[in-house]
């Protein structure tokens, strides 16, 4: 019983700290480029848009795909590395923890 106890304390710290992670997730902001820094955009934590910057030079009508392309592979580069970050940040948090493999926080 002792040992149940005492998981279940550990369970309560670590879901304390997981949502304090969770708050300074979302006030943190990552950029993703593409096109050698032509396309830039910025993310928050919980991966939404906050910002696009694009060359002027890609604003002519005949660079609307090439311009489009930027725009998705410049956020897919922003999310990866918003997910990089939290799976950083899980990792700290449940380091010593007995979770079994596979198994996805939160929950």
Known sequence: ??????????????????????????????????????????????????????????????EAEILEDLLKAAHADAKGKVEREMAEEMQKLTAGLPIPPGMKLPF
Request: charged fraction near 25%; proline fraction near 3%; charge should be positive.
């Open 1 to 62: 019983m002792k040992n149940l106890g005492q998981m279940m304390k550990q369970a309560q710290a670590m879901q304390q700290r997981m949502q304090e992670m969770q708050a300074e997730m979302e006030g943190r902001e990552v950029q993703g480029s593409a096109g050698g820094g032509m396309v830039t955009v910025t993310l928050n934590g919980k991966s939404e848009l906050r910002g696009v910057k694009i060359d002027p030079s890609l604003l002519k009508p005949e």
